[in-house]
């Protein structure tokens, strides 16, 4: 233990003046102290200086770690998906991710899926064939996108309700979902409607209002999609938005906007959110799973069957999404509050239900196509079954590093299978939009260059199915640009 040298020059002076002096040991190589959750706990773990893997960290929570999804939020309004073998280094008392990412704590499934309130905008895209930045929830084509945001409605009290809630444990999926920090309404919400974490959504807290980026709503307005956000009477986000009061003077305005999300259905909207404020409301009035809140979620739960039965009868396929935009948990006085990285405030709720026909389609492999004479479309069943390397490949960006034992199939066997003959450049697409295109020689054999599913022997998650890895040797040290993640299309120039 080393003292540190201010220390011992305050020590010294206020010996000097006689005071009494009462403080506490300190090192100057600090530990810090890491937060983790799981959807029904909350962890403080304390770490050494040094670097630590996140297994390790994991299991000196107690818990036995398993390969389920660990999700790293920073303090700069990002989340990440972290293998577990990624280190956290310990530096003057801060737990840093990869180069100066700052983490604020880690969540993790605990042997179950988990996921982010992202994956509502993205599903809500994807379903109608829109590009959307990341992967969804399920991989299907319809006409119409419902999304009811249900405040307030934690995965904690979710779990409490012990079945009472028919509509919502009857969706086709319903889990738990990491949402935003500080785990508040505009902060969680533009997440879920924007699809993108607050650093780049640009909601970071309660004082924030102008969104940096479109939300699902304005994405298929543009396309051409007819569309409706209904809200109760306050704007927490500068976002178009139907605002309704409490005309019948019920106490709850949740009956008012459920009026008008049906009407839209009738009206034949195309993509509809709609708000529901009164489980959160009766949870800071009241208190978290008191008489009054659950009468709110029984409420909400019966509104969500009318919304399903109403698509289940139409003609148009459709998708019903719901999300909480964050939980909360118990102050002194018995009331609710949220606003703090614990895992009741953390863990919102997200589900989905396919209606009037939707169904489900096989996740999309690689499209190939260009200057070919037969453009194929390959699953990514049949993506695994090709001839694959695996290799230890570090990706490096502004965020630092992220090194691991990626299988994958090379470029160079893709493009010999596939398509034959001298290509110029080579253009590859993602889901969510961004292209690389790469110099032809990239596709020669031994150049290293592969299409990964694979990290230390789980799927990609987020950044997958399929990413592109281009090594530092062909692309420099900061590589991470050429990495695209989500690759779907392959197109060849000649
Ligand atoms: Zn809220
Ligand atoms: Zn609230």
Aim: contains cysteine.
């Amino acid at each position: 233990m080393k003292w540190g040298p201010t220390i011992a020059v305050v020590l010294i002076i206020l010996l000097a003046a006689g005071a009494f002096l009462i403080f506490t040991l300190q090192d100057e190589g600090t530990g810090a102290s890491l937060t983790v959750l799981t959807p029904s706990s909350t962890h403080e773990v304390d770490l050494e200086e040094g670097a630590v893997p996140i297994r390790r960290i994991i299991k000196n929570t107690g818990m036995t770690y398993d390969s389920s999804t660990v999700l790293a939020t920073t303090t700069d309004g990002d989340i990440l998906s972290v293998g577990g073998g990624t280190e956290i280094s310990v530096r003057d008392g801060r737990c840093l991710l990869g180069g100066d990412s700052e983490l604020l704590g880690l969540a993790w499934g605990g042997g179950m899926e988990i996921t982010t309130t992202m994956s509502v905008a993205r599903t809500a895209l994807c379903s109608l064939n829109l590009s959307a930045p990341g992967v969804p929830l399920v991989w299907t084509d319809v006409e119409r996108v419902v999304v009811l945001e249900l405040d307030g409605l934690g995965w904690g009290l979710y779990s409490n309700t012990n079945g009472m809630l028919n509509n919502l444990s009857g969706m086709d999926a319903l889990m738990p979902a990491l949402t935003a920090y500080p785990p508040i309404t505009n902060v969680g919400t533009a997440m879920a409607v924007t699809g993108l974490p607050p650093a780049e959504n640009g909601i970071r807290a309660r004082s924030d209002h102008t969104l940096l980026k479109p939300t699902f709503l304005d994405v298929g307005g543009i396309e051409g999609h007819s569309t409706a956000w209904i809200e109760g009477d306050s704007g927490f986000l500068d976002a178009d938005m139907e605002n309704n009061v409490d005309s019948d003077g019920d106490g709850t305005i949740d009956d008012e906007i459920h009026e008008v999300v049906m009407e839209h259905l009738r009206a034949g909207t195309e993509i509809i959110l709609g708000h529901y404020h009164s489980i959160d409301d009766a949870g800071h009035q009241s208190g978290p799973e008191s008489a009054e809140q659950m009468d709110a979620v029984g409420n909400i739960d019966r509104y969500i069957g009318e919304v399903a039965s109403f698509l289940e009868n139409g003609t148009d396929p459709s998708i019903l999404i719901v999300f909480s935009d964050h939980g909360m948990h118990e102050d002194d006085d018995g009331l609710g509050v949220h606003g703090e990285f614990r895992h009741k405030d953390m863990f919102s709720i997200v589900g989905y239900e396919l209606l009037g026909g939707a169904e489900p389609l096989p996740e999309p492999g690689l499209i190939i196509a260009g200057d070919i004479s037969n453009p194929v479309e390959i699953t990514l069943e049949e993506f695994v079954e090709l001839p694959s390397v695996e290799a230890y490949l570090v990706v490096k960006g502004s965020k630092g590093d992220e090194g691991g034992n990626y299988r994958g199939v090379e470029l160079s066997t893709v493009m010999e299978l596939y398509t034959s003959g001298d290509v110029v450049t080579i253009r590859l697409s993602a889901i969510d939009g961004y292209t690389v295109t790469l110099p032809g020689h990239y596709a020669d054999e031994g150049s290293g260059v592969i299409l990964a599913y694979e990290k230390d022997g789980e799927g990609l998650g987020d950044d997958g199915p399929i990413r592109l890895i281009v090594p530092q040797s062909l692309a420099g040290e900061y590589n991470g640009q050429e990495c695209l993640k989500g690759v779907i299309k392959l197109e060849v120039n000649r």
